[in-house]
């Protein structure tokens, strides 16, 4: 069960020039942590054959050693690299070599001072996955014991925002862990730093430094013909140019209206409330959507801890909402009667928008490009428990979940979301606001999730793709709804709550549609994480091809590249140990 074949070292090997221009589109992170003499293992979370390339061209003068799998299909290209004579190549089969026998194929290489590298069988996985190796797998090799580098491998265009020129298809980062021995050899704790390296690949975005803003401007310049917004109250559709001209005119008058740093918001999901949102960014502002749903004195609590001293609403909110502290009416910008007054604004700034590029039109309206972890968006928690409690998210905090979310959505123009759940949760305010307007995805908006008969017309009708709910207001569908109406919803997405079984089971039998539950916090901005349709496997079962699922009832799914989750004890955790920066723990 063990092959091991030996050939000269490979440090004379000549690269090609392109395999020299990709060198050159290589990060290396945690290059110090790969120690200088003797020999280790390095556990890849995935390789491609531009990917050995590079690390024989990082280790140039040491003797590397491969390790595959016996039977693992492999990319045609890295088969053929390492049949060549001057690669080494050991052969192991996991399900039946004694792991003694390998461990002594291991440390007789490791004696030589060899690099031990093991290369992953080809796998069906998510976008960006944290590795392409089967857990049980990775308990084998690490049962080698012998020192093992950590290496998590980044593509940045995975994750990059679909805004700007997008990152090569080969440029990578290269993120080496520090190197584990002894105790340490354990899947556990190989994970938490597949996990962190994952996080610093991640963090190093260029994009996320960004604002928020100028992100918007750019997704409105690119997608502003091509993608719009249904109204469904009215059913009156806008082309994204036309909201973003809209919003710009809005912004003026918001400027001139207050000095204040943040603006208030009062209304449901919809056409009025996106304008709303924007405008407030656009005007240099902070939009803080209100919770028109809470107690009197937790909305008079939020108004006054955010220092706010207007609000944009409509005149048949403040008619209908008679609970609500509304402040003077010289503090209201009543949207019925202030946009047609703005009419011939719009129409101006519709032609400038079109013709003045992303970059201008920011200067022009005195927003910068830079955002990083200056504050774009403040949201109050209920206040159930107290006082509501403002949590402030950053530029870097939204366009990260933003990204994140929509790397692992995997949405195209032609797909449309359902916007239903409410603007005050930061679920609705970065999934059905932010995210199809940088994506570039149709947007359905309906002011309350409740009424799910109307929803389901609405949804049969725009033939909707992406639909966000929680469990409470998934049972409503339940009643009343024809299972023909939700066959255009190819992801139902749920959170807030924990799914329950009952409820996922029955609406998978009434729909034929799997209910993919996902968790998140309003600090995390705020998906975390969420399940997934499996991906297609890239062979018949049995072949060697490795299946990695994205789903698992029961579970809240995978999480977000890019993000690190450590499960500890708030009240004896020694931050000192954590391998996380303490300004990017929750």
Known sequence: TLKLFRHPSISESIMSKTATTRIKQLTLLGSENLPTNGGFLIL?????????????????????????????????LTQSHLEQENVNTLTIAISATDTSVYRKAIQSAIDESAIVIFIPAAAASNVAPLTTVPGTKLDYLLKADVPVVPLYVHYPREVALPIGPLPAETEAVFAFGAVLREDD???????????????????????????????????????????????????????????FAAALALSRLIKKETNKARVGIVLPPGAAALIANVAVLLAGKT??????TASRFSIESSIRQGDID?????????RK???????????????????????????????????????????????????????????????????????????????????????????VESDSILGCLPLFHSFGCTVTLWFPVIYGVNLVTYPSPLETKR?????????????????????????????????????CVTGAEKLPLAV??????????????????????PVSNVNLPDPQPLGEEGDGHVWLPSYRLGSVGQVMPGMAVRITNVETVSYTHLTLPTKRIV
């Open 504 to 525: 996922a089971e029955a609406f998978e039998v009434k729909f034929g549609k799997r209910v993919l539950e996902g968790y998140g916090l309003t600090e995390t901005s």
């Open 455 to 491: 929803l389901a017309e609405l949804i049969e009708k725009y033939a909707i793709s992406v639909m966000i709910a929680t469990p409470t207001f998934l049972r409503g569908y339940l009643r009343g709804v024809n299972r023909e109406q939700l066959g255009s919803i190819t992801l």
């Open 310 to 318: 207007r609000f944009l609403t409509a005149d048949i909110l403040v």
């Open 321 to 411: 909402m008679q609970s609500f502290p509304w402040p003077p009416s010289k503090q209201l910008l009543l949207l019925e009667r202030v946009m047609p007054e703005l009419k011939p604004r719009i129409a101006l700034w519709l032609i400038i928008s079109k013709i003045l590029p992303s970059s201008l039109i920011a200067s022009v309206l005195g927003l910068s490009k830079k955002g990083d972890h200056a504050e774009t968006s403040l949201i109050f928690t209920s206040g159930s428990s107290g006082e509501p409690k403002g949590v402030v998210l950053s530029h870097r905090n939204v366009l990260g979940n933003v990204a994140q979310f929509g790397s692992r959505l995997n949405l």
């Open 287 to 292: 939009p803080v959507n209100l919770n028109f």
């Open 185 to 243: 050899l354990t899947l556990s704790r190989y994970q938490e730093s597949l996990f962190s390296l994952a996080e610093r690949c991640f963090s190093k975005n260029p994009e996320l430094e960004g604002s928020l803003v100028w992100a918007l401007i750019q997704g409105f310049k690119k997608n502003g013909t091509r993608n719009h917004l249904i109204d469904g109250k009215d059913e009156k559709k806008l082309s994204f140019d036309k909201l």
């Open 44 to 76: 890849p979370s995935r390789l491609n054959i531009t990917d050995i390339e590079r690390l024989e061209h990082c280790l140039s003068g040491r003797k590397i050693v491969y390790v595959i799998e016996d039977g693992a299909p492999l990319q045609p």
